[in-house]
């Protein structure tokens, strides 16, 4: 495995044991909660440092220019500004978050 499968793998394994800590609270289990908690605080000190808000849009903007000095982008590059910003940000940030950045601007 290369690095990013690696980064992904763990990000889904502590995105696994969020939710289930978030299962066992709702049902009444808080010690298993408490415990699937810890292990996702500790699998993230594998992870690398998340991107803040600013950070990211940052990372946004820098490519999204670059591409708009190439020529015109419009919805249609949507595909193309998404593969270009995502290869920078590597999962360090909400990819929901970073598409609502790039939609906007593009609009």
């Known amino acids: 495995m290369?690095?990013?499968?690696?980064?992904?793998?763990?990000?889904?394994?502590?995105?696994?044991?969020?939710?289930?800590?978030?299962t066992y609270s709702e049902n009444g289990a808080p010690e298993r909660a408490q415990a699937e908690t810890a292990e996702a605080d500790f699998i993230e000190t594998y992870l690398p440092k998340g991107l803040s808000e600013d950070e990211a849009q940052a990372i946004v903007s820098s490519v999204m220019d670059r591409l708009s000095a190439e020529g015109t982008l419009t919805m249609k590059e949507m595909g193309r500004a998404m593969k270009e910003v995502n290869a920078e940000i590597a999962g360090r940030f909400d990819g929901k978050a970073v598409s609502t950045m790039v939609r906007a601007r593009l609009a």
């Open 2 to 22: 290369d690095d990013q499968q690696v980064e992904a793998l763990l990000r889904k394994e502590v995105a696994t044991r969020r939710e289930t800590a978030i």
